[in-house]
């Protein structure tokens, strides 16, 4: 499994060094990009009892890497028969991109890489209803309001492509690693606004984005 | 040219991409944790020192009676008591050999979250423990913090 993994990337890496010839140049243009995740309004109206909301912000610094900055709302409920459980907050996340795809063909049209980012969660979560039972028999309890920020790693891989003239869409996995959840053993959070999952110390995701963008420099490159 | 090269390395950055999701994916789970929260308590002889299980043990909980814990169980070196959650003490008639004793508790009570599928259980801090002496001799607490651990909690000389 690890030997075929470890081959697939390589195939990928070889395809995306992609060899020059010539010594021509192209413009290459950076550009800021503006995005929003569709997945969470999309997860909204299929019905789920969850609202997520991020929008975010890419600056290319050449042709390869780029700023990311992303913040998003999250609103949480959960419910079994022996608890509730909701959690609301805002999460910003900030890091750094990078395009595998050789500039000279990706053209800023294209984007398959992997973005790296730190992040902050700023979170309330609350138990209105506890059930116990045992021996002495039920008790019913409540956890009031609690304020926490949580931090985490996230690491994005995902591929974007332009649709339109300076329209992109594109999808990305995110894999989270929680670092601080913001509290004890005890009252760990059952969810974490941004990041999911406050029970585990890994949590993935998926998003899919919409993204609009603009450019702002254009960067000679040698063919 | 350059268009089938850019559609070729995006399908297959995608399904690097789709198969690291399937891996990492998510399945509803059941509950796999102990939800039950109990006291451990171990029976020893006050003349040697030695755990020793008495030839008979009946517990139940003060004005429970008739709904029993243990009846009559014989080989128990350890016993599991469970807390009531609803109050900062309880009780339990401990029956050993024929002869009864009350054991008191107190303790305070907070809520600890097993994991999502299992919910919220109840866990305690021992304060104290007081006892009668028909046949107990001593109680001493090892351990004040009583979890899903079900661990040694108190020792009890008879």
Known sequence: MKRTFAFSFSILLQLFMFSASGADTIAFPLKIRAGADLFGPAYRIAGKNNISFEGLLIIDRDTSFSWVVSAGYQKYFFSQYNYEYSAKGLFFKAGTEINAISPLVSRGKYFAGAGLKYAVSFYTYEAPFISSENYWGEVNSSIGRISRAAHFIEVSPGIRTEVFKNIMIGWSVHLRLLIYSGTGRNLRPVYIPGYGNGTKSFSPGLSYYLIWSIPYKTEKINR | ?158
């Open chain 2, 1 to 158: 040219m350059t268009k089938p090269r850019v559609t070729g390395l995006l399908s297959g950055f995608a399904l690097l991409l789709l198969t690291t999701l399937l891996m990492f994916s998510c399945t509803p789970q059941s509950c796999q944790e102990e939800t039950e929260v109990l006291i451990g308590a171990s029976f020893y002889r006050s003349g040697t020192g030695r755990i020793a299980a008495p030839d008979s043990v009946t517990v139940y909980g003060a004005g429970k009676e008739g709904s029993y814990i243990y009846k009559k169980a014989a080989g128990q070196q350890v016993i599991f008591l469970p807390p009531d959650a609803s109050s900062d003490y309880c009780s339990f008639v401990i029956g050993i050999n024929g002869i009864y004793d009350t054991l008191t508790f107190s303790y305070s009570t907070y809520p600890h979250l097993l994991s999502k599928e299992c919910g919220y259980t109840f866990y305690y801090t021992t304060a104290g423990c007081t006892f009668t002496t028909n046949i107990i001799d001593t109680v001493i607490i090892r351990n004040n913090r009583v979890t899903n651990r079900n661990e040694e909690n108190i020792r009890i000389f008879f």
